[in-house]
């Protein structure tokens, strides 16, 4: 008779599933900063020019949050190929937080929430027996 609580559900490790949430995350905290940017289109003093920039800018910024929202869900299925893209994207962001803490010289708790956030996932994604189970998968799977 097995032991109550060491039997694993679906084989996937719980750093992974962590791993997957705080992904979900990072999406939904850039598509809300996607929409938040379209709203600054409206402020008073912008010229055209510059509304038709923050515009563009928050679509792009929803639009890689619903694409990191996809690749966290080829995270489940153990998909290689989402952690890397996903990992790719996700260094794009981190990239992009820290050339704004750079350039805009005040540091927020959400700025560096976001920064640590997306770092935990790459960290995360790579070590452990996250990465041994991608290591895994890979043997098992034919497509």
Not at 17 to 26: F, G, Q
Not at 68 to 96: E, K, N, P, Q, Y
């Amino acid at each position: 008779m097995p032991r109550v609580g060491t039997e694993r559900r679906s084989g996937i490790p719980i750093e992974l599933t962590i791993s997957v949430i705080l992904s979900y995350l990072v999406g939904v905290l850039q598509i809300l900063a996607g929409i938040a940017l379209i709203f600054v289109r409206y402020a008073d003093g912008l010229t055209a020019v510059e509304r038709t920039v923050v515009t563009i800018v928050g679509a792009c910024t929803i639009l890689l949050g619903l694409l990191v929202c996809a690749l966290a869900s080829g995270l489940t299925r153990a998909r290689r190929d989402a952690r890397l893209f996903l990992t790719i994207l996700i260094s794009i962001t981190i990239a992009l937080g820290i050339v704004v803490l750079v350039s805009d010289g005040e540091v927020t708790a959400f700025r560096i929430a976001d920064l640590a956030i997306s770092a935990a996932v790459i960290i995360v994604l790579w070590t452990g027996r996250v990465s041994r189970s991608f290591a895994h998968t890979a043997d098992e799977r034919t497509g």
